[in-house]
């Protein structure tokens, strides 16, 4: 099977746009990229289109009606938060399968403000409030209780998440936000679902971001290797039966098989990881993943994040873009931002936040319901 | 509109004569607790094999979050709690007699589950509803 690259990856800057529409905002994207890889819509062979606001709504057909209807086959995902990761791996399989030597994938979302999620269904009474709640912000605070209650982790560890994800996003001009958030500010800020405050809550952001994936052959026909990145690995879970699963989502299982196998196929260990985006939805989840990932080992997350090992200038820094938390998750891009962003650090762009010789960068996204993907890119050479 | 309360979830079950309590599934072949009917075991697999079973009222707090914020005309702040029951099965709830403080709740303390009015919520035709809730077993009730 061929090798497959990242030849073109961009984001637009994360933010709220009530007068565009989605295939507008995911057209913009789509533009970044192909102008990063220097190539056309004519190029393309296939699109690959991560949506869920509009899951039935044909999106990655009415992009191309912004910016060129070329005919190629369309493909609309839908994953939940692992949209845009899904997207981009159909597009990275389509070609290892040797079908397409030039996809494009994107991923748009428009995003409401307020609360995700609820507890129950719509028969009868709302559930919410009375058998516990089901908003985000619950459901990520018990999972990082659970951490808690197993390993001690504290209130001021899990606000950490928020102070070094908020300080890397000043760094970072596509971010939704540029604010310093110290301790004190993110503990203070209202609380929304012990432990997580208001700050420690990812942003509901309007957004896309968009990459071109080549195959070996065309990109060094199309003289494209120079700041092109491999994909050495793709992978994607669902999650297996746990004996909690009805009542509480299964964030870290299906994180752990999909960490060992992007692994495995990588033919790498975690100690060779030199940057990682992963899915701070609330600061809770962060900690979780840092032993889910194989960071650090288990029990060991709180102390990661004391001893500033995830931050810029750290032993492996953790969302350098400001993450989810600060710069922001529009639930389909989020997982292509990610691409974008690990992409930037390996050809050396990312300029006052750049991780200083980065050279294998994993992203990671958790779509509850669930589905975790995982990918880990390397500069080429 | 019923004369007597409707069960605010499917597996709280309501007997003619006797007390209200949760039921499970439980996979005979594999052992696994599910809350609500179902056919087919998602641990395992089998077919066919699952056979209700009457949960207990008693268990131990596994989990939790005390929410602050939630959608308009809910009361705040309470305990959103994740209970082990003894003997088997894992329910979400609200934990309540418990100060919703982090230092007045402990993992693993033990909790019984009661069954009262699901808060005064009704549904469009009038229908009052039960619902369970949880407290610590040491509680006045």
Redesign the interface.
Known sequence: MTDAYVVGVDMIKFGRFPDKTVPQIGAEAAHLALDDSGLTIQDMEALYCGNLGQASGMVGQRILQEIGQTGIPVVNVSNACATGATAFREAWASVKAGLYDLVIAVGVEQMGRG?LG???GSK??????????G?M??VF???G??H??NYGTT?EQFAKVSVKNHHHSTMNPKAMYQIETPLETVMNA???????TKLMCSVNVDGSAAAIIASEKKAKELGLMSRAVKIRASILTSDP?Q??D???PDVNTCTRRAAAAAYEMAGLGAEDVDLVELHDCFATAEILHYENLGLCDDGEAGRMIDDGEVALGGKVPVNVSGGLLSKGHPLGATGIANIYEVSTHLRGEAGQRQVEGARIGLTHVIGLGSACGIHILEKAS | MSDSPLPAVDYLKIPDDGDPYLEGYKCSSCEAVFLGERANCSKCGERDQMEAVTLANSGTLYAYSIVHRSFPGIDVPYISAIVDLDGGGTVKGNLINVDPEPEKIEFGMPIEVVYDDALGRKDGEGNSYLSYFFQPSNAAS
């Open positions: 609360l609820g507890a129950g009868g009474i709302s559930k919410e409030g009375l058998l516990g709640s908003t912000p619950s605070a018990e999972a209780m659970e808690a209650r209130f209202e609380m929304i679902s012990y432990p997580n039966w004996e909690r009805l009542v509480m």
